[in-house]
């Protein structure tokens, strides 16, 4: 027996039979449940594939979650949001942004703006030369990553954070991967792509290897010998061609060789009507591309889309003061409305005269007597009973090019035991290589989807090779997986770390200081969803919407400029303070303001920090649910006095 006393027991020694207490559980507005304080996973946090402390951030923009010293709070708000993904400019351009979707204010008055406060962020951080921390530890380990897209530039500084030194082997003449060579330029502006890459780097200890193919140029067996583990990031870098008769003609090609050519600047002008085949956002880029640079009349061959794809020929700069608008049609083998793309964009290309034809599959590419595609046969089809089914006579669409963005795959030529089937990579939750130990994968090499998703794998590819090269066990990976908001460290960084634990024996509640008071993290378990929340307390607040520039028929053509503006300071705040702090504590004072015992109190001032801001007097709880009720954010259960 301990000389300690219990605070709190339920029985007396010596009782050896219980109670039926669980009837007296609520009795008249009483009962033995008093609150604890619960931290779980926001939506907004469970759809982001990096897995953002969204909420993390947006305290800090709103001003709840201060930063230490002088410390401007937009840089304590870029090193939160760049621990899970180190490209908030370009996120908060191009993400498609599916923690909005999954935002519980969408159950109010519409989704909070992450997207634009991500750009915000990203913004003022390249405009204030903002850098990364290096490293404090060497591991002396050395990883090859292959491929230097989003996913081996994300695992490159990763690495670099746990003390780990990589070089990144790239078969282009630049960083970036899609971010270079896909996505146009007037999406994510060069300057900011450069500066978010250049950041990287500069942590050090990351040496690049530009125009060195793996599997060409450079061995597989090389790199096993030479490094302590590998990462695959090769991403799906190849178009895949129309697979119909005739889908060879010379122009005829795929969206990646469309976009490469253009992007390099050596695409300029098209030569009259263009098919794009697709409904993905490659195919919505192709459109757009092809809006903006137009068409060029009686153009000789040497001059032609088609020559400058397979390098026979080249486009003059002072022809594209000739330039005219271009007829863009898109056709898709479906309803558009089951296109795949971000609706914005194709949105976007209506407004910018893409002519959409949907339902129709294609047939044939029709060639003239020197093989060239002159049209396009289409079979008109219905997918009202679910599958595809003819609906109507095939016709010919006439056409000067023809764009198939149907997809694309892996290069794996020269590399063997890598790649499945279907030229992807099979990864383990680790993403380890299945049956390949010490080699690992991640991007859309593995499963091809967002910029957001390849970062999220290079964070959790770079935990199973820290683990690897540490010779330890990779544990199982938590349900709700992301850079959960740490209430320790934010105590550690307040200089507020509760004391060391005594493991000495103790019962029921407890104040001591080696505790965090009545809290418990349930963020890799739990998602809070909206009907957790008591959304009443929240006052409809029109969102701060970024200004979209207005692209359309009359002014696409040669417009090469970004559509959406930043938000500024003010307007970022404003919008952060619509978020509702979905499971986590926001300070709002309800439970301290109607608590009829008076037994919920903040914690004294110099004590405070985001999270540690109520506690209760268990003495003067008696139960009775309110704190519960009023809590805006689903914080607070009534727990504890029950297990
Ligand atoms: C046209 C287009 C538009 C898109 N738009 C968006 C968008 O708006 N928003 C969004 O979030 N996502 C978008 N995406 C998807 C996004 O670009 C990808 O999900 C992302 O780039 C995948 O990153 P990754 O690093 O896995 O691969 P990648 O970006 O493809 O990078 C792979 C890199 O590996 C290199 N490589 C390949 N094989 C080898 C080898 N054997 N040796 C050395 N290097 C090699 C390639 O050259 C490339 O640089 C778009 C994609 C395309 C194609
Ligand atoms: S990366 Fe995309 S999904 Fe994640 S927070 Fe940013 S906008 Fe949202
Ligand atoms: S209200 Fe805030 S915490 Fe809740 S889902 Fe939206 S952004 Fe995330």
Known sequence: MSDIDPTYRRYADGDSEHYDWDSDVINQGESYLCPTYIQRTPPCQNACPSGHDIRGWLSIVRGLDKPQGDKPWQAYAFERMTLANPFPAIMGRVCPAPCQEGCNRNS???????????????????????????????????????????????????????????TIYEAHSALGGQMVFGIPGYRIPRHVLEHEIQRILDVGGIDVQLNSRVGSEVKVEELEQAYDAIFWSVGTVVGKPLRVAGGEAPNCVDGMTFLKAFNEGSLKYLDGRILVIGGGDTAMDVAAVAKRIGEVAGLDAAERPDAVFDGSGRQREEQTARRADSDCWLVYRRPIAKAPCTKHELEACIAEGVEIHDSLAPLEVVLDERGRARALKVQPVDWSSGKMEANGEPFEIECALIVAATGQTGDYDGIDGIANQWNQIDAERSMQVKDRQGHFA?????????????????????????????????DDRPKVEGHHFDLLQELAEK????????????????????????????????????HALYTGHFSYEPVNARQEMDVNVSNVLGSMIERFSCLNEETAVTEAKRCMSCGFCFECDNCVIYCPQDAVFRVKKGERAMGRYVETDYFKCVGCHICKEVCPTGYIEMGLGQY
């Open 495 to 530: 200089e507020l770390s509760p004391d060391e634990y005594n493991h000495g024996p103790t019962w029921g509640t407890n104040s001591a200081k080696w505790s965090v008071h009545n809290f418990e993290n349930r963020a890799e378990a739990d998602v809070i969803k909206s």
């Open 442 to 474: 991640g991007g859309d090499a593995v499963i091809p989807h967002l910029l957001t998703t390849a970062i999220g794998h290079a964070s959790v590819a770079v935990e199973g090779i820290d683990k690897y090269l540490r010779d330890l066990e990779f």
């Open 108 to 166: 109010l008055d519409g989704y909070v703006g992450i997207n634009s406060i991500e750009q915000y962020i990203g913004d003022w951080a390249r405009e204030h030369q903002l850098a990364f921390a290096k490293p404090e530890t060497e591991s002396g380990k050395r990883v090859a990553i292959i491929g230097g897209g989003p996913a081996g530039l994300a695992a490159a500084l990763f690495l670099r954070r746990l003390g780990h030194r990589s």
